[in-house]
């Protein structure tokens, strides 16, 4: 069974600050995604990684991924209040082909305070 | 180009009644997949429907079934409720096999489902 963690859950900080969310999971595989979610609104599609060593950026977001280490990371800038969200990874389940099923970890709810 | 759109946006029903979610793809998408998601928590996938067929399927009782017309839009059913499948609902549509680097699943807005 395929098992997707964040940490942290949740995560206060304050504008202009760096910090970084990790997403580990437990089976080899070929891609992982990072969404935005915000309150009671759909999930938003930051990036995807799909091979071991890949950065992706954008703003004052950037994710990597690890395929080793079956981590993923998302690197967040000089924080500013508009990136309050939650943001969750999702990794393809390796046994669905062409399916391509996703499993998302709990999410990492983020505040940036002023 | 229209998104994902799922109907309707709230829903309040009673445990033991059943209730029906509706989902559009996005034009040119072939693939309905159908997430649960439980406040606090991530999307669970509940299946996937692809050529009017139920293709993949996860941990969810038979009480969760669905279906796919030959226009690509899918339903969601759900019977005898519980106070437990309230939740938010979301529809995500992809073209089935698609390679390359992009999103291949667009998600839509969700419909916010609440069991008394």
């Known amino acids: 069974e395929l098992k997707v963690e964040q940490n942290p859950l949740f995560l206060s900080m304050q504008e202009g600050k760096n910090y970084t969310i990790y997403c580990n999971y437990s089976?080899?595989?070929?891609?992982l995604y990072w969404y935005r979610q915000d309150p009671g609104k759909s999930l938003e599609s930051l990036f995807v990684l799909l091979s071991n060593g890949a950065v992706k950026q954008e703003g004052r977001l950037m994710a990597s991924l690890d395929t080793k280490a079956r981590l993923s990371t998302l690197h967040i800038t000089a924080a500013v209040h508009d990136l309050s969200a939650t943001y969750f990874c999702a990794v393809v389940l390796p046994s669905s082909g062409s399916a391509r099923q996703l499993t998302f970890g709990s999410g990492t709810q983020l505040t940036v305070l002023p | 180009d229209a998104g994902v759109t799922q109907s309707p946006t709230h829903l309040i029903k009673t445990r033991g009644q059943q209730v029906t979610l509706r989902c559009s793809p996005k034009?040119?998408?072939?693939?309905v997949s159908w997430y649960q998601q439980a406040l606090g928590q991530g999307p669970q996938f509940i299946f996937q429907y692809y050529e009017e067929e139920e293709r993949q399927r996860g941990n969810f009782p038979d009480r969760f079934s669905g279906h796919q017309f030959p226009n690509y839009s899918s339903e969601l059913n759900v019977n005898a409720l519980l106070l437990g499948d309230s939740a938010l609902y979301l529809c995500?549509?992809?073209?089935?096999?698609?390679?390359?680097?992009?999103?291949?699943?667009?998600f839509g807005p969700g419909t916010r489902l609440t069991v008394t």
């Open positions: 995500a549509s992809s073209l089935l096999g698609q390679a390359g680097t992009g999103n291949e699943q667009y």
């Open positions: 034009s040119g998408h072939d693939t």
């Open positions: 089976t080899t595989s070929d891609r």
